[in-house]
C-alpha cells in the first residue's frame, strides 16, 4: 500500500480521473453505496448487489490496464475502490494462465462478478476435524455471471482460472476492506493457517467523480 507523502501524481500508468472510462464503476459504487445506507438484511444485499455487479461486468470496457495486469508466478488482486467507512470494497482478481488459489475463506460476503475469461470455484466444506471437503460441483463463472458468497451459507472455497493460456478477471465486491480481513486458508489435510491478503497496487483509480486540475504552485 501506499505511503503517506507518497506522489501518486508521479505514477504514469493512473488513469485520468476525468476520464469517463470508470463511469461503471463509479455507478456500481454509488449504487452499492445506497443500497447499504438502507441497512438491508444481508439476503436483500446480496440478491440487489449482484444486480448491481451484473451491470457492471455486462461490459468490459472500463478496467484500467494497470488494473488487469497478471502476474507471472501468482494471481494478482488489485484494489478499485475502498468504501470510506470500510463498509465493501471493490477488487479486480487477475488470473494468470492456469492460475489457482488455496483452498480459503473470507469471513464477510462477497460478490464476484466475471468481467473476462472464466473461473472455475469449488466450494468446500470442514468436516468434524477440520477437514476441507468438497462440497457440491464446481462452479463456472462465464462474462457477466456473478457468484455470492457469504459466511452464513459457507463461504470457503477453491478458485482457479479455468483456462491454461489466457488471462482471466474477475470483480470482486466483499463486505469490508479485504486486503486488511485476517482470513484462513487450509491444506488438504486441514492445517489451518491465518492470512491477510494485501493488494497488489499502492495506486488506485477514482471512481468517486471528477478531479479538478492541479494548477502550477497549488
Ligand atoms: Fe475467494
Known sequence: MGQEGDDITASGDLPDPDDKTLDPLRTFVAGLSRLLACDPVETTLLDAGAGLLAQLVVRDDWLPDAFAAPHPEHYQQYLLHCDPAQRFCVVSFVWGPGQVTPIHDHTVWGLIGMLRGAEDSQPYRLDAQGVPVM???PVRLSPGDVEVLSPRRGDIHRVSNAYPDRVSVSIHVYGANIGTVRRSVF?????????????ANASWPNPRGTAPQRTQGA
Open 187 to 199: 491444506t488438504e489435510s486441514g492445517e489451518r493457517k491465518c492470512f491477510v491478503s494485501g493488494y
Open 135 to 137: 462440497a457440491g460441483e
